[in-house]
């Protein structure tokens, strides 16, 4: 059964940094055979795609919005994958989500994603 779990969330300042952590286990080819997403969600909002890492680590998207601030990157070794978020704004505050099991496609799509974790609430104050 595959299980993904994120963790890092928090409340912190706007300016301050986070880094959130995403773990996977009973993959089907193991964690490191697989993409990973990083997306958030706001109440009545759709589910917003932030980060997408592929499974190797060499190609990484990061949604406009956030880019020169969040990077993601993952360590297979230590089954992880981490998004840094930096200069961080109250319009950051989500729940933010990991997502694995990648059909291909456009990978800002949640649709595209077979597994999900239950996700970390990040807060940025003003």
């Known amino acids: 059964q595959v299980q993904v779990v994120e963790s890092g969330g928090g409340l912190v300042q706007a300016g301050g940094s986070l880094r959130l952590s995403c773990t996977a286990s009973?993959?089907?080819?193991?964690?490191?055979?697989?993409?990973i997403a990083w997306f958030r969600q706001t109440p009545g909002k759709e589910r917003e795609g932030v980060a997408f890492i592929n499974s190797g680590g060499y190609d990484t998207y990061i949604t406009d919005s956030v880019k020169g601030r969040f990077t993601i990157s993952r360590d297979n070794a230590e089954k992880k994958v981490i998004l840094s978020m930096n200069s961080l704004a109250p319009e950051d505050s989500a729940m933010y989500y990991c997502?694995?099991?990648?059909?291909?496609?456009?990978?800002?799509?949640?649709?595209?994603?077979?597994?999900w974790g239950k996700g970390t609430q990040v807060t940025v104050s003003s």
């Open positions: 009973g993959l089907q080819f193991g964690f490191g055979g697989h993409a």
């Open positions: 997502a694995v099991g990648f059909l291909g496609g456009a990978w800002k799509s949640a649709d595209l994603y077979q597994y």
